[in-house]
């Protein structure tokens, strides 16, 4: 029989309730490991991916008529080198910059390094943005290359995520 006294329910009323602690306690003790796992796992997940992600799309500059962004690769190193650098020489240049990039990140240890030289990949990655405006985007909205050079927003972010922990250091080193 349950009674109701001064400081709640007794006997089978505090089993229950008990039980219902024990449940609240498990789902707080499944968060808390959630927690630890993407603490330590996220990021690490993100900065493999971006440098995967910068691999291939790398790589696919080192063969000629493999990247749908070749003449804009081409072009916008000729804007930003006044006319020094294009044609094959601004892909090859690109896919080193963006698979060193890339495997830096992807090893982890080398990963400020990775930053660093995404950073400069993301100078010509975003220039066409302010050159080419008009191969981006029409009335009718972004083009398919517009798109393509809009989603490096989410990379960059990306970048910024990795280099909030990459600046940290690792835990006890400070």
Same mark, same amino acid.
């Given at each position: 029989?349950?009674?109701?006294?001064?400081?709640?329910?007794?006997?089978?009323?505090?089993?229950?309730?008990?039980?219902?602690r024990?449940?609240?306690?498990?789902?707080?003790?499944?968060?808390?490991?959630?927690?630890?796992?993407?603490?330590?796992?996220?990021?690490?997940?993100?900065?493999?991916?971006?440098?995967?992600?910068?691999?291939?799309?790398?790589?696919?500059?080192?063969?000629?008529?493999?990247?749908?962004?070749?003449?804009?690769?081409?072009?916008?190193?000729?804007?930003?080198?006044?006319?020094?650098?294009?044609?094959?020489?601004?892909?090859?240049l690109?896919?080193?910059?963006?698979?060193? &990039?890339?495997?830096?990140?992807?090893?982890?240890?080398?990963?400020?390094?990775?930053?660093?030289?995404?950073?400069?990949?993301?100078?010509?990655?975003?220039?066409?943005?302010?050159?080419?405006?008009?191969?981006?985007?029409?009335?009718?909205?972004?083009?398919?290359?517009?798109?393509?050079?809009?989603?490096?927003?989410?990379?960059? &972010?990306?970048?910024?995520?990795?280099?909030?922990?990459?600046?940290?250091?690792?835990?006890?080193?400070?």
């Open positions: 029989m349950t009674t109701i006294s001064a400081h709640g329910l007794s006997q089978a009323g505090t089993r229950r309730s008990a039980g219902h024990s449940l609240a306690t498990r789902l707080a003790d499944a968060e808390g490991a959630l927690k630890a796992f993407l603490e330590r796992w996220s990021i690490p997940a993100l900065r493999v991916a971006l440098g995967a992600v910068f691999v291939v799309f790398g790589a696919l500059k080192f063969i000629p008529g493999a990247s749908p962004l070749e003449p804009l690769v081409e072009a916008t190193w000729g804007v930003l080198t006044f006319g020094l650098v294009g044609g094959q020489l601004a892909l090859v690109t896919a080193v910059i963006e698979t060193t &990039a890339g495997l830096l990140l992807i090893s982890g240890r080398f990963a400020r390094l990775g930053l660093v030289v995404l950073a400069i990949a993301f100078v010509g990655i975003l220039s066409p943005i302010v050159f080419f405006t008009d191969e981006l985007v029409t009335a009718a909205g972004p083009t398919l290359l517009g798109q393509y050079v809009a989603k490096n927003v989410v990379l960059i &972010a990306a970048a910024l995520v990795i280099a909030s922990r990459a600046l940290r250091g690792r835990a006890g080193s400070r």
